[in-house]
């Protein structure tokens, strides 16, 4: 697992550049042909973390209900955020993955509730989800790529 761990991390400090290398206003931009923006796909991947790990073993998110509400899937951006607000998305970028981590050898994910995918893949226990998060990461960090041409 600690190598699961170490490719979410990695995946979290190239998501961080985002923040030093493109302003608020490229950050909330949605170009023509996208759904959502840059500033979106990270608070998705932090609010999907939190709801295929935690909420599949059935333990309390480390982000708001509103946050969640805001980034779970399904949603696109319905207003530009705020530096503030921004901000915010920045500061769960590593504490979420970090507890994370510790949680996982402290023993403390000790059910998983199994479940299907979007994309057909069964998560059947905690380390499928971690797993399958490096994945989610993935698909996200490729449409902000795609999204970052066209700012």
């Not at 939190?50 to 779970?72: C, R």
Request: hydrophobic letters at 35%; a negative charge; proline letters at 3%.
């Amino acid at each position: 697992m600690e190598n699961e761990f170490r490719i979410t991390r990695t995946s979290r400090e190239i998501y961080d550049r985002f923040f030093d290398n493109y302003s608020l206003e490229q950050l909330n931009k949605i170009p023509p042909g996208f759904n959502n923006n840059l500033i979106w796909n990270i608070g998705h991947i932090i609010v999907s973390q939190q709801i295929m790990i935690y909420g599949g073993a059935g333990l309390t998110l480390m982000v708001s209900d509103e946050l969640a509400g805001k980034y779970t899937r399904g949603t696109k951006p319905e207003f530009d955020l705020t530096q503030k607000e921004v901000d915010e998305i920045r500061s769960l970028l590593y504490s979420p993955v970090v507890r994370t981590e510790e949680d996982y050898y402290n023993r403390v994910f000790t059910t998983f509730t199994e479940r299907k995918t979007q994309l057909g893949f069964t998560l059947s226990t905690v380390e499928d989800a971690i797993a399958f998060n490096n994945y989610h990461e993935g698909i996200h960090l490729g449409m902000m790529m795609s999204i970052r041409k066209f700012l």
